[in-house]
């Protein structure tokens, strides 16, 4: 990848870098879908415990422990030598919430996995990118021995708008990621097509 | 087990508070924030190595060809908020240059979009 010498002015090239997060509770396989797609990448962060996350995690014994580690995973798929995908992997407990704030800034969109089994586990997320406004599509990820759910039944117990995509996925398989990602991509096409984005240049 | 009253701070406490040593305990950086995928780039500048602490060193050497902080932050393994102190401070001596990235979401044009289809597409 040649991006040439940087000058004073910040002079590289069109760089573009796209944020895609992927959400859902925990255990659902984020890491397995970003794994599939992309070269997984560990990131630790430490943060302040809120008042919050105090009074869920035991802080017995380490009274003094005012931060938290919370580690994750991002991926990074280059499309092009100046277009770059970035996937992140939010931690899904609403106690992450700061977190998802700096990450969702900017980003394309998100892809919601959520377990048939645990639909529950998948409501905050789907609260947080409704209530933000960011385009999001919900994949299932087919775990073996779950139940198998029409999707259209998986759209009226999660209470999702009609024209939001929800497909059925393999985290595992690479084509299966893929097409989680191409779904929310086409989504978000869609969605610009019918909004013309309005303000900015 | 251990009585209660011996509150030993093991390893499981230790690393927690250690990092931010080497920001000198500053948790904020200085001067305009930056993305997590906001490009870094080291700066032609010459600097002197031996002003900079190892872990600034790392960070300025990872930025020699045009990366993101996020990858950065996984690189050197330090926690993303002693990370971000660290190029801020770089940023503030001249080092790097640290620019947003050119397509955020509400700029994400339909022949972008277009663009990340076909190249997921043809993974």
Redesign the interface.
Known sequence: ?D?G??D?A?G?R??????ILLAGGFGVGKTTLVGA?SEI????????LTEGSMRTDSTF?????T???VAMD?G??S??SD?V??L?GTPGQQRFWFMWD??A?????AVVLADTRRLADSFPAIDYFERRQ?PFIVALNCFEGAPRYDTEDVRLALDLEADLPIILCDARS?DSA?EA??TL??H??VT??EEP?SG?A | MPSNDE???DA??GP??R??ALTQGR?RHTGESF?????V????TFADPAALAPEHISVLHLAR??T?V??I??DV??????VRIILADLRELGLV?I?T????????D?H??????N???G?
Not at chain 1, 41 to 48: A, F, M, Q, W, Y
Not at chain 1, 61 to 65: A, C, I, S
Not at chain 2, 101 to 108: F, K
């Open positions: 990848m991006y010498v940087s004073s910040g590289n069109q760089y573009r870098a796209i944020k797609v990448r560990p990131l630790r962060t430490e943060e302040p014994g380490v009274e003094g422990k931060t938290t580690t991002f990074r798929i499309l092009r277009l995908l970035y992140f700096e990450l800034i900017g980003a394309l969109g960011i690479k893929k990602l191409i991509v086409e978000v096409l610009a097509s984005l900015i | 509150r030993w701070l499981e406490a927690v508070v990092p931010y948790t993305d997590l995928v906001a490009s780039m080291a700066t032609r060809v045009p993101t996020a990858d932050a996984s393994d330090l926690p993303l908020g002693v240059v620019s990235p050119v397509v955020m979401a509400e700029r994400i339909k972008t979009l277009r663009e990340v289809l190249g997921l597409r993974l």
